[in-house]
Antibody, heavy 120, light 106 residues
Framework: QITLKESGPTLVKPTQTLTLTCTFS??????????VGWIRQPPGKALEWLAL???????VYSPALKSRVTLTRDTSKNQVVLTMTNMDPVDTGTYFC????????????WGQGTLVTVSS | EIVLTQSPGTLSLSPGERATLSCRAS???????LVWYQQKPGQAPRLLIY???SRATGIPDRFSGTGSGTDFTLIINRLEPEDFALYFC?????????FGQGTKVE
């Protein structure tokens, strides 16, 4: 059974760096074809894809956020870490991580999400 | 980027009725790489349909997806109480991946 769970701060100040961790079970990230992505949802707005990391450590970033977002992984802990710099109130929203397999392409399992508020 | 526009924003129906949700893309969606998700408050999004028309594992057959190119539809036949939720479409054929803004079935 594949599960993912996001964790991290619920409140960050403007200009600070956000660090979120996705801890997963039921799959191994080094397994060929596997990927973990991050998606966010501002309150009342559409989902926005942020980034994706694959089994071979290849990373793909949204062009809109490429300069601010970094993904890293810790395969021993089954974790993927999202770092987003220079946070702004418009970055407020629920952040999700999700599992994919490259030959499917879509996200098939998602975490419940974690709400991050950016405010001074 | 491909913009996905969902309509209507809200669909007010009763149990037993049929729901028809639309997702229109600003450009052709490559190889029909279009999926539909269901989302309930506080829960993880649930994959319903992939490849525009294939039901995901465990999804009841009252859910069906159709369409190709730029026009896609999710149909929910005979609404059950647990089907009242937010639905959104997602294309993963072109980068960046994009999502529709959602249709709430209430």
């Amino acid at each position: 059974q594949i599960t993912l769970k996001e964790s991290g701060p619920t409140l960050v100040k403007p200009t600070q760096t956000l660090t979120l961790t996705c801890t997963f079970s039921g799959f191994s990230l080094p397994t060929s074809g596997v990927g973990v992505g991050w998606i966010r949802q501002p309150p009342g707005k559409a989902l926005e894809w942020l980034a994706l990391i694959y089994w071979d450590d290849d990373k793909v970033y949204s062009p809109a956020l490429k300069s601010r977002v970094t993904l890293t992984r810790d395969t021993s802990k089954n974790q993927v870490v999202l770092t987003m710099t220079n946070m702004d109130p418009v970055d407020t929203g629920t952040y999700f991580c999700a599992h994919t397999v490259i030959w499917k392409g879509y996200f098939d399992y998602w975490g419940q999400g974690t709400l991050v508020t950016v405010s001074s | 980027e491909i913009v996905l526009t969902q309509s209507p924003g809200t669909l007010s129906l009763s149990p037993g009725e049929r729901a028809t949700l639309s997702c229109r893309a600003s450009q052709n969606v490559t190889k029909n790489y279009l999926v539909w998700y269901q989302q309930k408050p506080g829960q993880a999004p649930r994959l319903l349909i992939y490849g525009a028309s294939s039901r995901a594992t465990g999804i009841p057959d009252r859910f069906s997806g159709t369409g190709s190119g730029t026009d896609f539809t999710l149909i929910i036949n005979r609404l059950e109480p647990e089907d009242f939720a937010l639905y959104f479409c997602h294309q993963h054929g072109a980068s960046p991946r994009t999502f529709g803004q959602g249709t709430k079935v209430e």
